[in-house]
């Protein structure tokens, strides 16, 4: 149980391209979601958390209008990188809690390699 | 972002050998997670840890949380060489996680 699929594995794109990635519980409902960015040989770094049906909580220094994130289902949230430069190519990891404010931990997606050439 | 205090950063062990890994913090958690990741994959829950003193096992993964709720340990006994990868620790308070900065484990057959 508590599977997280996300979509796609790798994005190469030209720079200036707006680069949409989702994030599915498979088999559980959540109400909140997270988004993570990882560069390599670092640890995960909460980039925002995302709300179903409302605004995504921001962490700070993390632009809200350079990483769009909707979640308008309990299933789904999408993080879209808007007008991506080589310096937004990193690691993106989403994940997901099986019930809100609940002891239940997070579980990951596989996450999506982003590379702007 | 805040990050936990994990070390060792990386090791390298012989196949058989036990491993030991910490995570410290300023911070008081609820609760400690530990994650596996691998290359180009997301991280995959290892063991989660709710109690001040708690210590659970799983399979040769032992952790505790420590009783001032400030630290945990992972525990891998006899190593494989499929145990390679990178170790996280997590603090939970509410609805975040604060990630330590990884444990690199190397092993050699």
């Known amino acids: 149980g508590a599977v997280v699929s996300q979509h796609p594995s790798r994005v190469i794109c030209k720079s200036g391209t707006s680069v949409k990635i989702e994030c599915r519980s498979l088999?559980?409902?959540?109400?909140?979601m997270f988004w993570y960015r990882q560069f390599p040989k670092q640890s995960l770094m909460l980039m925002a958390t995302?709300?179903?049906?409302?605004?995504?909580?921001?962490e700070q220094g993390v632009e809200k209008d350079k990483f769009l994130i909707n979640h308008a289902s309990l299933t789904l949230s999408t993080l879209t990188v808007t007008s991506a430069h080589p310096e937004d190519s990193s690691f993106y990891i989403c994940?997901?809690?099986?019930?809100?404010?609940?002891?239940?931990?997070?579980?990951f997606g596989d996450g999506t390699r982003l590379s702007i050439l | 972002g805040q990050q936990l205090n994990q070390s060792p950063q990386s090791m390298f062990i012989q196949e058989g050998e036990d491993v030991s890994m910490n995570c410290t913090s300023s911070?008081?958690?609820?609760?400690w997670l530990w994650y596996k990741q691998e290359p180009g994959e997301g991280p995959v829950l290892l063991i989660a840890?709710?109690?001040?003193?708690e210590l659970t096992s799983n399979g040769r993964l032992t952790a505790q949380f420590g009783i001032t709720r400030k630290d945990s340990f992972l525990n891998i006994s006899a190593s494989i060489p499929s145990d390679v990868g990178i170790y996280f620790c997590?603090?939970?308070?509410?609805?975040?996680?604060?990630f330590g900065g990884g444990t690199r484990l190397m092993v050699k057959p």
């Open positions: 994940s997901a809690r099986d019930r809100p404010r609940s002891n239940q931990p997070q579980h």
């Open positions: 088999d559980f409902q959540a109400t909140t």
């Open positions: 997590a603090g939970g308070a509410g609805n975040m996680l604060t």
């Open positions: 840890l709710y109690k001040a003193g």
């Open positions: 995302s709300n179903e049906g409302s605004k995504a909580t921001y």
């Open positions: 911070s008081i958690f609820n609760t």
